[in-house]
Nanobody
Framework: VQLQASGGGLVRTGGSLRLSCAAS???????ISWFRQAPGKEREFVAG????????VYTDSVKGRFTISADNAKNTVYLQMNRLEPEDTAVYYC????????????????????WGQGTLVTVSS
């Protein structure tokens, strides 16, 4: 599996962005998620789902603002980010796991085996 993330940019507080993650070789991917890493901070889980859609998980800080979706025909996962806040500023990474992760396991970077290159999201106040 190879992952290509895109869609980052500069936006004002309250604005929206949509990130895309195109997955090649998707046969070997069961779970796909977004993490983010702000300067000086650890990488943190944002949202994830199985390709089947049976499990969808969000971290608390983005619930109600972000939506993760998938277009299986295009092998692409999207992260629609609304009502963005300066605290959302980070490099966003999409990542894939070979297995269908249990809900509690979405949050751990070590459970993923493939990472995309990251796309920078900057939210100005």
């Amino acid at each position: 599996v190879q992952l290509q993330a895109s869609g980052g940019g500069l936006v004002r507080t309250g604005g929206s962005l949509r990130l895309s993650c195109a997955a090649s070789g998707r046969t070997f991917s069961q779970t796909i998620s977004w993490f983010r890493q702000a300067p000086g901070k650890e990488r943190e889980f944002v949202a994830g789902r199985t390709w089947s859609g049976t499990k969808i998980v969000y971290t608390d800080s983005v619930k109600g603002r972000f939506t993760i979706s998938a277009d299986n025909a295009k092998n692409t996962v999207y992260l629609q980010m609304n009502r963005l806040e300066p605290e959302d500023t980070a490099v966003y990474y999409c990542t894939s796991s070979r297995t269908s992760l249990g809900t509690s396991n979405f949050y751990l970077p070590r459970n993923y085996n493939i990472w995309g290159q990251g796309t920078l999201v900057t939210v100005s106040s």
